[in-house]
């Protein structure tokens, strides 16, 4: 149940994230490492891969699939965080401190490890949930 309940809250988590790079499209683009090519385009792809994880994990589609696949996303996009967190760009409107930009990265870690264990995905596939 507990599980259940996480999915649901990282559904909603990149439900809004999938919606902002559309949005904010510009913004987004500009944490695209500059080595990149088409850093819209880019926004907009990941824009949609974060709906379709969001729609995923809703639907309960292949939970541990989709979790190896998000966590694999995730994995994929640290390197523009990272490059944010060097030059100091802010999020859209917002300046961080540069501290709060390199949490901002290292929280991408415990976020791997929450879409795993909720998903079931390996290396939580027998891992029981808490609630009981």
Do not use: C
Request: hydrophobic share 65%; proline share 9%.
């Amino acid at each position: 149940m507990i599980r259940r309940g996480v999915q649901i809250l990282l559904a909603v988590f990149f439900l809004v994230a999938g919606v902002l790079h559309f949005h904010l499209d510009e913004a987004f683009a500009r944490i695209v490492p500059p080595m990149l090519p088409f850093p819209v385009a880019i926004v907009w792809i990941t824009g949609a891969m974060e709906l379709a994880f969001a729609a995923a994990l809703l639907a309960k589609w292949r939970l541990p699939l989709t979790g190896l696949w998000l966590s694999a996303y995730l994995l994929a996009v640290l390197p523009a965080n990272i490059y944010m967190a060097l030059a100091q760009i802010p999020l859209g409107d917002t300046v961080l401190s540069p501290a709060a930009l390199w949490i901002r990265v290292a929280l991408q870690f415990p976020l791997i490890a929450l879409v795993l264990w909720s998903t079931g995905a390996p290396p939580f596939r027998n891992a029981p949930d808490t609630d009981g």
